[in-house]
T-cell receptor, first 115, second 114 residues
Framework: DQQVKQNSPSLSVQEGRISILNCDYTNSMFDYFLWYKKYPAEGPTFLISISSIKDKNEDGRFTVFLNKSAKHLSLHIVPSQPGDSAVYFCAASGGLYNAGNMLTFGGGTRLMVKP | ETGVTQSPTHLIKTRGQQVTLRCSSQSGHNTVSWYQQALGQGPQFIFQYYREEENGRGNFPPRFSGLQFPNYSSELNVNALELDDSALYLC?????????????FGPGTRLTVL
């Protein structure tokens, strides 16, 4: 049972345009959400996070939106740059039966930003 | 501030062998988590260590075991290796267990089991 899903395996965007990456979750006990970026042969790099008490968090070109009623979050990158090309993972934590801050990851979305 | 480091970078083992992977946490962090990332999938939680004790475990068999040392570094041991254990093993550190917190990942160890 996949508790965190990224339904788009890949996304292609033109440089300068907006990239929107989506993530859905099923466990209503999740209370903290994160986005990571991963280049080949490297570990995931933390991008941005959001707590369930908020519905939006911004950091420079990156904005994460959380819709708790829909159990959906999205990452917006504006403007997109070729260096943003990577695999993006959505992750969630929290819950009564969740030990500490264990992260549950989605399957990832490969973003390609074309010059 | 030094980041999370892992060793070795790559490892090739045969079925039935045992392997030990190592991780040094980011300075100031006292919690270490281990994840397995199979090809084309997201990382899956193996276990977490806090104050040298296991603080939670994912759906992995007992042949996956770990240790955390007083300096917060950690080891992941896998016994009786199987072909399906071939994956990228990621270590992540964070400041404190039990509260929402951001985990910072190392570069990973690529394990190939032949």
């Amino acid at each position: 049972d996949q508790q965190v899903k990224q339904n788009s395996p890949s996304l292609s965007v033109q440089e300068g345009r907006i990239s929107i990456l989506n993530c859905d979750y099923t466990n209503s006990m999740f209370d903290y959400f994160l986005w990571y970026k991963k280049y080949p042969a490297e570990g995931p790099t933390f991008l941005i996070s959001i707590s369930s008490i908020k519905d939006k968090n911004e950091d420079g070109r990156f904005t994460v939106f959380l819709n708790k009623s829909a159990k959906h979050l999205s990452l917006h990158i504006v403007p997109s740059q070729p260096g943003d090309s990577a695999v993006y993972f959505c992750a969630a934590s929290g819950g009564l039966y969740n030990a500490g801050n264990m992260l549950t990851f989605g399957g990832g979305t490969r973003l390609m930003v074309k010059p | 501030e030094t980041g999370v480091t892992q060793s070795p970078t790559h490892l090739i083992k045969t079925r039935g062998q045992q392997v030990t992977l190592r991780c040094s946490s980011q300075s100031g962090h006292n919690t270490v988590s281990w994840y397995q990332q199979a090809l084309g999938q997201g990382p899956q939680f193996i276990f977490q260590y806090y104050r040298e004790e296991e603080n939670g475990r994912g759906n992995f068999p007992p042949r996956f075991s770990g240790l955390q040392f007083p300096n917060y570094s950690s080891e992941l041991n896998v016994n009786a290796l199987e072909l399906d254990d071939s994956a990228l093993y990621l270590c992540a550190s964070s400041r404190k267990a039990g509260v929402p917190n951001t985990q910072y990942f190392g570069p990973g160890t690529r394990l190939t089991v032949l």
